[in-house]
């Protein structure tokens, strides 16, 4: 594993586990938030954001963390692993409110600047946790048809279905 692309859906723990797998093998972390995100949460244009992942994936080992369809056909043909988190639905949910709760109460910045607020989070069609909810089926119906394509056989597929196997996993790295 030289080469990681860490998915699943919204609140799932993607950019936590891109870290830890970043520093147990010692390898870049690229979390494509911060290169789709300006400050004031304005969007990147598609062109922007494919130019920056392709710079910041220029190096032989990383690991990336993000589910943007707009630079899939970037990150996959390079990388060698797929990690998909794929926990069930309530754990989703309880990672998800209480992520944001905790940043909204603290004011943990997001990235480039950005936080969530109490509006944005929970009264607000950009809602995190309204995208969560209307993604979650989705991206598990996506990522199982996703990984039966032809042009993805060159992946090692990791499929992670608990918090629990994660820890294990990553403990075996």
């Known amino acids: 594993m030289q080469r990681i692309s860490v998915v699943g859906t919204s609140g799932s723990g993607k950019t936590t586990l891109a870290r830890q797998i970043s520093q147990r093998l010692a390898i870049p972390h690229i979390e494509l938030d911060y290169l789709h995100w300006e400050p004031n949460w304005v969007e990147v244009p598609n062109d922007v954001m494919r130019d920056r992942v392709s710079q910041s994936l220029a190096g ?3 690991v990336v963390d993000g589910n943007y369809s707009i630079v899939r056909d970037i990150i996959w043909p390079r990388a060698d692993t797929v990690v998909w988190l794929d926990y069930s639905w309530p754990v989703v949910m309880r990672r998800i409110l209480w992520r944001t ?5 603290t004011q943990q910045e997001v990235c480039n ?4 607020t109490w509006q944005k989070s929970f009264l607000s069609r950009d ?3 309204l995208w969560a909810i209307q993604t ?3 991206n598990r119906q996506k990522y199982q048809a996703l990984l039966q394509e032809s042009d993805c056989t060159h992946l090692n597929f990791i499929r992670l279905t608990s918090p629990a196997v994660t820890k294990d996993w990553l403990l075996s790295l």
């Open 136 to 138: 979650y089926g989705k």
């Open 113 to 116: 600047g950005n936080y969530e």
């Open 127 to 129: 809602s995190i946790l």
């Open 60 to 62: 032989d080992r990383w």
């Open 101 to 105: 709760l905790s940043r909204v109460v």
